[in-house]
C-alpha cells in the first residue's frame, strides 16, 4: 500500500520524521508522543495541509514536497480502520485534549503500525497515523519525493 505525505520546505528532507507532531501534538496524539500523519490520497493530503496554513498568498506558501510512502505489502491487512460511526460523537469537533485521547492504548502500546483514521474535511477519505514505534516501522520506504506545484486557484 501507498501513503502520501507532504511536507513543507526545510522538512522535506526527512519525511519520515515525527519530530513535528511529537513537539506539537495533533488530533488524535497529544505532545510529546509523536506519530506520522499521511493520507491514502494525495489530494486528502493537500487538504489537510493547507488547513494549517496560516492564510497566505500563493506566492508566500512555502515550498511543499510531496512524498510517496510504501508500506509492507503483509502488513496491508493489519491496519486497524476506524469509521466515523466507531468513533466518539465529539472525534469532529472536540477539543484536541478531547480527540487526544481516542487513541490512547494504541499510542502507548502499537499493536499495529497504522491506524486509519476519517479525515474531519472529508469523513469517507482517511488520513493513516503510523506509528514509529511499531518493529514495522523500520520497513516503511518513501519511493518518490518531489515538490508539489499548486494551482493558484487555490490561494483565494
Known amino acids: 500500500m501507498e501513503v502520501f505525505r507532504i511536507n513543507k520546505e526545510p522538512y522535506h528532507t526527512d519525511p519520515l520524521s515525527v519530530i513535528g507532531s511529537q513537539r506539537y501534538g495533533g488530533r488524535w496524539n497529544p505532545k510529546g508522543t509523536g506519530v506520522l500523519y499521511t493520507s491514502r490520497t494525495p ?68 499493536f499495529s503500525l497504522a491506524i486509519a483514521v476519517p479525515s474531519v474535511i472529508i469523513d469517507t477519505s482517511y488520513n493513516l497515523l503510523l506509528h514509529p514505534l511499531h518493529p514495522a516501522f523500520a520497513q516503511i520506504e518513501v519511493i ?12 483565494r
Open 43 to 110: 489530494e486528502l493530503c493537500l487538504l489537510e495541509t493547507l488547513v494549517h496554513l496560516p492564510p497566505l498568498t500563493l506566492a508566500e506558501l512555502p515550498q511543499l514536497w510531496l512524498s510517496t510512502i510504501r508500506l509492507p505489502d503483509e502488513l496491508n491487512n493489519a491496519i486497524f480502520w476506524l469509521s466515523p460511526n466507531r468513533l466518539p460523537p465529539y472525534w469532529r469537533t472536540g477539543t484536541l485534549a478531547e480527540t487526544q485521547t481516542i487513541l490512547a492504548d494504541w499510542l502507548l502500546e502499537p
Open 144 to 155: 518518490a519525493q518531489r515538490p508539489l506545484p499548486l494551482d493558484g486557484r487555490l490561494a
